[in-house]
């Protein structure tokens, strides 16, 4: 059964700090692995995509990686700031449908204090 | 940010009511989705359509109906509203074609039935 799985389920961390939501995902045959941010009431918001022969990518203070002979995935997020507070979505496509079929994970409820 | 627009943000109504639930999108593609979210939970995909005149059901079984007669226009129709259709609603849009295409989510409606 294809899913995706995160952790931690929620996050604490204070301002200026880094932290690491991980991952980890069983579609196969896998096409790419996207991050997303959803704040609050709102849309998810793309951050980065990944396709097989990448390992990193990074948008600003976050960096994505990838190893595609675990299934797994990581978002690194630098210097945390208080917008960060969201909830971070782990989703994978796979390549067996013209639809290029999602499958989502339950996200990261991130919170930055202050 | 991403143009796609759903109308409206936020709905209470009473079981039995008929509501359609808008979704725009000025970017011209050609795929369009509609999501059903709940608190903490991954998004489930209800419906799809590959462009004008297509739709398709999702993973998630619906009461829910839509229709696709403009490409920028994509809305859900529910005929009778019941407490169990209480839920977030994201529309969402992404360009046709292979490979690692983005999708452009709507901010999502907020439907509460009573």
């Known amino acids: 059964k294809n899913q995706v799985e995160q952790s931690p389920q929620s996050l604490i961390i204070l301002e200026g ?59 690194h997020i630098t210097a945390s700031q208080l917008s960060d507070s969201a909830s971070y979505i782990c989703v994978v496509s796979d390549r067996g449908s013209t639809l290029g079929r999602l499958y989502f994970g339950r996200g990261t409820q991130l919170t930055v204090w202050p | 940010e991403a143009d796609i627009y759903q109308t409206p943000r936020y709905l ?26 709940d608190p903490g939970m991954e998004l489930h995909l209800i419906h799809y359509s590959y462009g004008v005149n297509s739709t398709e059901k999702g993973d998630l079984s619906s009461e829910s109906t839509v229709s696709r007669i403009r490409t920028e ?7 009778s509203a019941r407490p169990s259709h209480t839920s977030q609603y994201l529309c969402a849009s992404s360009p046709l074609g292979q490979g690692a295409r983005e999708q452009y989510f709507g901010p999502g409606t907020r439907l509460t039935v009573t």
């Open chain 2, 12 to 37: 209470v109504i009473g079981t039995g009511k008929k509501i359609t639930l808008e979704c725009s999108q000025t970017m011209g593609h050609d795929k369009m989705y509609w999501y059903q979210q």
């Open chain 1, 17 to 75: 700090k880094n932290c690491t939501l991980q991952c980890n995902y069983t579609v196969s045959p896998f096409s790419n692995l996207r991050w997303y941010k959803q704040d609050t009431g709102r849309g998810p918001v793309s951050l980065t995509i990944m396709t097989f022969s990448e390992n990193t990518k990074s948008n600003g203070r976050y960096t994505a990686t990838l190893d595609a002979d675990t299934k797994q995935s990581s978002l």
């Open chain 2, 73 to 79: 226009h994509f809305p859900l129709t529910l005929e």
